[in-house]
């Protein structure tokens, strides 16, 4: 599994359309997690964050409108992008759903290659890299595409590991990033590595940032983790 497989959380108490979105989904080359309910899941999101959450707006117990709600009024998982799937197709149901914080709103019975497009774009807003987009953080370039890291007027060269932890801060620079989450993230979830190794990395990541005399701009928040800037 690709380190840096894009994660979509599919959220769907219909089982026949569970399946049926993860099977495309998988096809399209994103991992996913799937879960019947609102409540399992949140537990999902809070043990392995995704990038995208499809999330249907009837589902028991909780509404899909109440999940998103509490995505996004929580600093840690507001930046998850949303896409809302419902019946219900008059324009004020779009409305409150998209004012809910849904970052986009799909009406049932919809089209698989629509909302495989729909998820894509939606990447391409919170993950830029896995789409070869350039990122740009102070004076720090990073070409996600011909794997080019520049600082300044210098070249810098970076191992794998540490191209890809960069890359990660620069997605989302302030988002404190816990240990655990990096190990995913930047390692994959099917590969067993110390939560140390991270801090061996961070160390040779910021070695290299700062080798002609730039200011870190790695920060480490004591007890959580680490961000960029």
Same mark, same amino acid.
């Given at each position: ?16 359309? $569970? ?11 994103? &991992? ?45 998982? $507001? ?8 019946? &219900? ?34 990447? &391409?807003?919170? $993950? ?75 160390? $040779? ?13 790695? &920060? ?10």
């Amino acid at each position: 599994m690709s380190a840096q497989q894009p994660h979509v959380l599919i959220v769907e108490d219909e089982p026949a359309q $569970r399946e049926v979105l993860a099977y495309n989904l998988e096809a399209e080359g994103f &991992r996913t997690s799937r879960a019947e309910d609102g409540e399992e899941g949140l537990m999902l999101m809070a043990e392995d964050p995704p990038d995208v959450i499809v999330l249907d707006w009837m589902l028991p117990s909780v509404s899909g409108i109440e999940i998103c709600r509490r995505i996004k009024m929580n600093p840690a998982t $507001r930046g998850i992008a949303v896409i809302m799937l419902s019946a &219900r197709s008059e324009e004020v149901d779009r409305v409150r759903g998209l004012e809910t914080g849904a970052d986009d709103y799909v009406v049932k019975p919809y089209s698989v290659s629509e909302l495989m497009a729909r998820v894509r774009s939606q990447l &391409r807003r919170v $993950r830029p890299t896995t789409v070869g987009q350039v990122l740009t953080f102070d004076d720090i370039m990073l070409d996600a595409e011909t794997h080019r890291v520049t600082r300044g007027d210098a070249t810098l060269k970076l191992g794998p590991t540490e191209f890809r932890l960069l890359s990660t801060f620069m997605e989302k620079p302030g988002r404190v990033w816990s240990r655990d989450q990096l190990l995913d993230r930047v390692w994959g979830r099917d590969i067993y590595v110390d939560t140390r190794t991270v801090d061996v990395h961070v160390g $040779r990541l910021r070695k290299v940032l700062t080798q002609n005399g730039g200011d870190d701009p790695v &920060r480490t928040v004591r007890g959580a983790g680490y961000a960029l800037g």
